[in-house]
T-cell receptor, first 114, second 111 residues
Framework: DTAVSQTPKYLVTQMGNDKSIKCEQN?????MYWYKQDSKKFLKIMFS???????INETVPNRFSPKSPDKAHLNLHINSLELGDSAVYFC?????????????FGPGTRLTVT | QKEVEQDPGPLSVPEGAIVSLNCTYS??????FMWYRQYSRKGPELLMY????GNKEDGRFTAQVDKSSKYISLFIRDSQPSDSATYLC???????????FGAGTRLAVHP
């Protein structure tokens, strides 16, 4: 019974294409996140949503657009893909209060742009 | 200066060794300090957290925070091959549950 799931697990595409990654959590959390982990394993937050509202938007190109249809889902759409977008993208979720430092991560989506 | 600095390693130790992993941070206002563990091709998972200064122990793992020197450490006693993973320190920043991660230290424990 997966807590945070992402689809697809692997994504290989060409430069210029548009792609989406989907995330779902069944933990009842109010806050969800997108992270990018580059080839050097550096993990950096991109976006955070709380109850479908965008609350963190780091310096990310506007080709990246998150969408939260409900508090259990957070999708990431990427337009006009570039070589530098190749990375592993992780979705995560956490409680809004209490142990908010504990974020539960999905298995990641490995994006390769050729 | 990065908000959290961590030596990426890699670190290779024999089974049974004591491992010391370290990070430094820049903002003295940080209060929550975490260690996440990430196995190859998996998502990170929370290993331990510490609030403010002091030590916290959980089995073979001890997390330590020294706020005066802005230094956080994770010690692993009697290291096992199953401890081989990347260890990421993280700090909770601000009011929006924003985690700032270090670069991660790759640890290999060989039998």
């Amino acid at each position: 019974d997966t807590a945070v799931s992402q689809t697809p697990k692997y994504l290989v595409t060409q430069m210029g294409n548009d792609k989406s990654i989907k995330c779902e959590q069944n933990l009842g959390h109010d806050t969800m996140y997108w992270y990018k982990q580059d080839s050097k394993k550096f993990l950096k937050i991109m976006f955070s949503y709380n109850n479908k509202e965008l609350i963190i938007n780091e310096t990310v190109p506007n080709r990246f657009s998150p969408k939260s249809p409900d508090k259990a889902h957070l999708n990431l759409h990427i337009n006009s893909l570039e070589l530098g977008d190749s990375a592993v993208y992780f979705c995560a979720s956490s409680q809004d209060r209490g142990q908010k430092y504990e974020q539960y991560f999905g298995p990641g989506t490995r994006l390769t742009v050729t | 200066q990065k908000e959290v600095e961590q030596d990426p390693g890699p670190l290779s130790v024999p089974e049974g060794a004591i491992v010391s992993l370290n990070c430094t941070y820049s903002n003295s206002a940080f209060q929550y300090f975490m260690w996440y563990r990430q196995y190859s091709r998996k998502g990170p998972e929370l290993l331990m957290y510490t609030y403010s200064s002091g030590n916290k122990e959980d089995g073979r793992f001890t997390a330590q925070v020294d706020k005066s020197s802005k230094y956080i450490s994770l010690f692993i006693r009697d290291s096992q091959p199953s401890d081989s993973a990347t260890y990421l320190c993280a700090i909770l920043s601000g009011g929006y549950n924003k985690l700032i991660f270090g670069a991660g230290t790759r640890l290999a424990v060989h039998p």
